[in-house]
Nanobody, 122 residues
Framework: VQLQASGGGLVQAGGSLRLSCAASGRTFSGYVMAWFRQAPGKQRELVAGITSAGTIKYEDSVKDRFTISRHNAKNTMALQMNSLELEDTAVYYC?????????????????WGQGTLVTVSS
């Protein structure tokens, strides 16, 4: 079972990036999937999560700027990030868990992608 995150890069403040997560090895249609991020010296935090039923949760600082989506048939998930801010700089991870409910803690996710670096410059 693998999750492969991609799409990170260097972008100026105010710009946009789209992260993608491709799952392989099994279907994640019944799982909750999420994007986490970890900045240097900080704990890993939930950015956005989406259940198999489509319930969505965003971290307060990204609401109205980021959009999470998933395609169950294709086993993929995406994070559209607009109006990027310096504080969004971090390594972003996709994750999945065998739960039908939204899960906030990274400790509750069994599957992780390798991380993709997002750097926002001024």
């Amino acid at each position: 079972v693998q999750l492969q995150a991609s799409g990170g890069g260097l972008v100026q403040a105010g710009g946009s990036l789209r992260l993608s997560c491709a799952a392989s090895g099994r279907t994640f249609s019944g799982y909750v999937m999420a994007w986490f991020r970890q900045a240097p010296g900080k704990q890993r935090e939930l950015v956005a999560g989406i259940t198999s039923a489509g319930t969505i949760k965003y971290e307060d600082s990204v609401k109205d700027r980021f959009t999470i989506s998933r395609h169950n048939a294709k086993n993929t998930m995406a994070l559209q990030m607009n109006s990027l801010e310096l504080e969004d700089t971090a390594v972003y991870y996709c994750a999945a868990s065998r739960s039908s409910r939204m899960l906030n803690s990274p400790r509750l996710y069994e599957y992780w992608g390798q991380g993709t670096l997002v750097t926002v410059s001024s």
